[in-house]
């Protein structure tokens, strides 16, 4: 554990010496349903991005392939391996070595912040709940237009227990009670995981 939280730094770590293949995302489809998802419900081309818990820069690539070029994007990850990685794919932007909870970011407000994958991990107690709130309270401020992640849905056929399930209603509810109404869920590209898109203005 990091002050009350799981250590996850050393869990992503761990994981790819495991199995570098499926060290972010279990499969490859999976992986870019979401990607899919974030750019169809975001529209970042032309726009600032920052993307937290960025890994090796997978989200940037897939957004570049698919035209939707960011004017400036900044990657933020904990893990200095995945930033010294997605530093050398010569992809267009930047990557900084960040604990996105604990440290002031390096980076400004930018147009949307981003965030796939960042809240999938089980905490002891109330921890998810304290971790996620203080993280998308963060996303919110350092937001000019939005923000967007994704959460592992209690709809899934699986469980594991390293897992946080959430139950997307409540996630809405209590998201539309911090940040307003101007909220789309979409649990339509997976049936495991959905995104929550939170506009600052309609
Ligand atoms: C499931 S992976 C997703 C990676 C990437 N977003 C993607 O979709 O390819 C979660 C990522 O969040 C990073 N991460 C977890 N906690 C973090 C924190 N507190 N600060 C910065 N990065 C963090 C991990 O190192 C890992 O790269």
């Not at 995945?82 to 267009?92: N, T, W």
């Not at 994704?150 to 709809?155: A, D, E, G, L, P």
Request: net charge negative; proline share 3%.
């Amino acid at each position: 554990m990091t002050g009350n939280f799981i250590d996850e730094k050393a869990y992503y770590q761990a994981k790819e010496q495991r199995d570098p293949q499926t060290r972010f995302w279990n499969s490859s489809h999976g992986r870019d349903r979401r990607f899919d998802a974030i750019l169809r419900h975001t529209a970042i081309a032309g726009q600032s991005v920052v993307d937290l818990g960025c890994g090796a820069g997978d989200l940037l690539q897939h957004a570049v392939a698919s035209g939707a070029v960011p004017a400036r994007y900044d990657g933020l990850d904990i893990v200095e391996s995945f930033v010294a990685e997605g530093l050398a794919r010569g992809l267009p932007g930047r990557f900084h070595s960040c604990d996105v909870l604990e440290d002031e970011w390096p980076v400004g407000q930018a147009d949307w912040i981003i965030a796939n994958g960042i809240f999938a991990l089980a905490q002891a107690g109330d921890g998810w709940w304290t971790r996620y709130r203080r993280l998308s309270d963060k996303m919110w401020r350092q937001a000019k237009t939005g923000m967007a992640y994704t959460i592992i849905s209690t709809n899934s056929p699986k469980r594991n227990e390293e897992t946080r399930y959430c139950d997307p209603g409540e996630i809405l509810n209590e998201a539309i009670a911090r940040f307003g109404d101007a909220v789309l869920l979409d649990h339509s590209y997976l049936p495991n995981d959905f995104l929550l898109v939170v506009r600052k203005t309609r």
